[in-house]
C-alpha cells in the first residue's frame, strides 16, 4: 500500500469520487423498491435457506434498481411507504409474530407476493391453520411449484411503473448479466445519472436505451468522453455516466 503507483491510483479514485459525491449519495439512497422477506426462523429450521434467498436475490440483482430485505422488525419500525412490494420465497418457517408481520403489512395496503410453501409451519414444524389474508392490501399467491425466473417475471411486472426509466441492455454472449447498474434523475441538471459495473469475466457490450423509445446519449462524467449509447466495459470495470435523451424528429 505504501508503493507510489498504487498511493497515486488511490488519491485518483478518491478525488473522482469527491468530485461527484452528490451524484454518488444519490445514487447510493435510492428507494428499495423490493424486499425479500427473510425469517431467522427458517433460517434456523433449513439447511440451505439463505442459499435459495440469495439465488432469488441474485436473479434480481441485476434488473436496475436496488434491493432490500424486509423482517418482522424492519416492517413494524420503518416506513413501510419506503418499499413497494415484499416476496415472500421459500420460507416455511415462521413464528406467530413473523406471520402478523406480514399481515399487518398487508392491513396497511401493502403488496406480497408470495409462493406455495411459505408460511406454512410455526417455529417448532408444526402446520399453521392460519393463511395471509388480502385485507386492505394486495395479496399475489403461488397455487404451484415456480422456478425463481418466473417468480422474478412476476415482481417485476406488479413494479413494472416504478422500473427506471432508462435500460441496460447487455451482450456478453452468456445466458446470465454480469453488470449491475443503477439510475437516478440528475438532481443538478436534465437526464440521468447511472452507474454500471461489470462483475463477469469477460468484457460485455452494452446499450443504453430510454424506456419511452428515445435515443440516449451517455457521457463518462469522469473523464468527459462521449460514448454514445453503444460500448463495451471490461471486466471489473466501472462507469458514471450522465445520460441525456435525444429524440428522433423522423
Known amino acids: 500500500n505504501m508503493q507510489p503507483q498504487t498511493v497515486n ?6 478525488m473522482g469520487l469527491n468530485s461527484f459525491s452528490e451524484e454518488i ?33 441474485e436473479s434480481m ?20 411507504n419506503n418499499w413497494d412490494l415484499i416476496i415472500v420465497y421459500n420460507t416455511d418457517f415462521v413464528t406467530e409474530a413473523e406471520f402478523k408481520a406480514l399481515q399487518s403489512y398487508l392491513n396497511s395496503g401493502g403488496t406480497v407476493l408470495i409462493d406455495n410453501q411459505s408460511l406454512k409451519k410455526n417455529e417448532y414444524g408444526h402446520l399453521r391453520e392460519k393463511q395471509l389474508r388480502q385485507s386492505n392490501g394486495t395479496l399475489i399467491k ?3 411449484p415456480i422456478q425463481i425466473s418466473e417468480l422474478k417475471k412476476k415482481a417485476l ?10 435500460i441496460l441492455e447487455e451482450f456478453s454472449g452468456q445466458n446470465f448479466k454480469t453488470c449491475t447498474w443503477r439510475v437516478v434523475k440528475n438532481p443538478n441538471g436534465e437526464g440521468f445519472l447511472m452507474n454500471i459495473v461489470n462483475l463477469g469475466k469477460k468484457t460485455a457490450r452494452l446499450k ?4 419511452n423509445g428515445a435515443n440516449a446519449i451517455c457521457t463518462d462524467m ?13 471486466s471489473n470495470g466501472v462507469l458514471l455516466l450522465e445520460v ?6 423522423n
Open 61 to 80: 440483482y441485476f434488473e436496475g434498481f436496488p434491493l432490500g430485505f424486509a423482517t418482522e422488525r424492519i416492517i413494524k419500525k420503518q416506513d413501510n
Open 208 to 211: 443504453v436505451g430510454i424506456r
Open 157 to 166: 411486472s406488479l413494479i413494472s411503473k416504478k422500473l427506471p426509466e432508462v
Open 9 to 14: 491510483e488511490i488519491t485518483q479514485v478518491m
Open 244 to 249: 441525456k435523451t435525444e429524440y428522433n424528429n
Open 25 to 57: 449519495i444519490a445514487l447510493r439512497q435510492q428507494r428499495r423498491t423490493v424486499r425479500i422477506f427473510y425469517s431467522e426462523t427458517s433460517a434456523i429450521n433449513k439447511h440451505h435457506y439463505m442459499t435459495e434467498l440469495t439465488k432469488l436475490y
Open 222 to 234: 469522469l473523464t468527459g468522453r462521449v460514448l454514445g449509447s453503444n460500448f463495451e466495459l471490461k
Open 142 to 144: 403461488i397455487e404451484e
